[in-house]
T-cell receptor, first 111, second 117 residues
Framework: SQQGEEDPQALSIQEGENATMNCSYKTSINNLQWYRQNSGRGLVHLILIRSNEREKHSGRLRVTLDTSKKSSSLLITASRAADTASYFCATASQGGFKTIFGAGTRLFVKA | GAVVSQHPSRVICKSGTSVKIECRSLDFQATTMFWYRQFPKQSLMLMATSNEGSKATYEQGVEKDKFLINHASLTLSTLTVTSAHPEDSSFYIC?????????????FGPGTRLLVL
């Protein structure tokens, strides 16, 4: 990817389990965002975390940010089959204007 | 939230023809829009930044004569794939940065799937 890597590349879990996805990036950032993309569809913005924040919650989503390690994680609790999608982190660099995407994690939640 | 539309949603064309894709911000003015390209099972790759009233800024490796970008107004940017070839087949997604909320959030269009035969 242009910015960094995500792991795992693919994740398969049972409904009700938690799913954790990690993202690493290369440059200093202003903020980091997570998006969801269903197969062949557009992007859905999930959550934004700023560089001075360490953790953020939104419903069943929990995002952490460690700027010293240039990494972030997305936790989806009590997963549902409808959470099956690809998840991407994206970073906006400090002083920059562009948003660059990570490689993405393909999540499959089995009912 | 803000809405960004793309047209067409899907296009099939013959090799050698040119294809124009429109990106519109429906309820806000966007001085800057972005064009991404996504191959199957891969991430979004930023192609270019579209600036209203000025030339687009292309990422390294993106041919500006191949992918013509015009940002004619504060709500419309167009991407024209010139002399399209099968390797140009891809999912093209635009986005626009909304001025609200400090301009931190980008809103993405639903994408245009291009198939070049």
């Amino acid at each position: 990817s242009q910015q960094g890597e995500e792991d795992p590349q693919a994740l398969s879990i049972q409904e009700g389990e938690n799913a954790t996805m990690n993202c690493s990036y290369k440059t200093s950032i202003n903020n980091l965002q997570w998006y969801r993309q269903n197969s062949g569809r557009g992007l859905v913005h999930l959550i934004l975390i700023r560089s001075n924040e360490r953790e953020k919650h939104s419903g069943r989503l929990r995002v952490t940010l460690d700027t010293s390690k240039k990494s972030s994680s997305l936790l989806i609790t009590a997963s549902r089959a409808a959470d099956t999608a690809s998840y991407f982190c994206a970073t906006a660099s400090q002083g920059g204007f562009k948003t660059i995407f990570g490689a993405g994690t393909r999540l499959f939640v089995k009912a | 939230g803000a809405v960004v539309s793309q047209h067409p949603s899907r296009v099939i064309c013959k090799s050698g023809t040119s294809v124009k894709i429109e990106c519109r911000s429906l309820d806000f003015q966007a001085t800057t829009m972005f064009w991404y390209r996504q191959f199957p099972k891969q991430s979004l790759m930023l192609m270019a930044t579209s600036n209203e009233g000025s030339k687009a800024t292309y990422e390294q490796g993106v041919e500006k004569d191949k992918f013509l970008i015009n940002h004619a107004s504060l709500t419309l940017s167009t991407l024209t794939v010139t002399s399209a070839h099968p390797e140009d087949s891809s999912f093209y997604i635009c986005s626009a940065r909304s001025p609200s909320g400090g301009g931190e959030t980008q809103y993405f269009g639903p994408g245009t799937r291009l198939l070049v035969l």
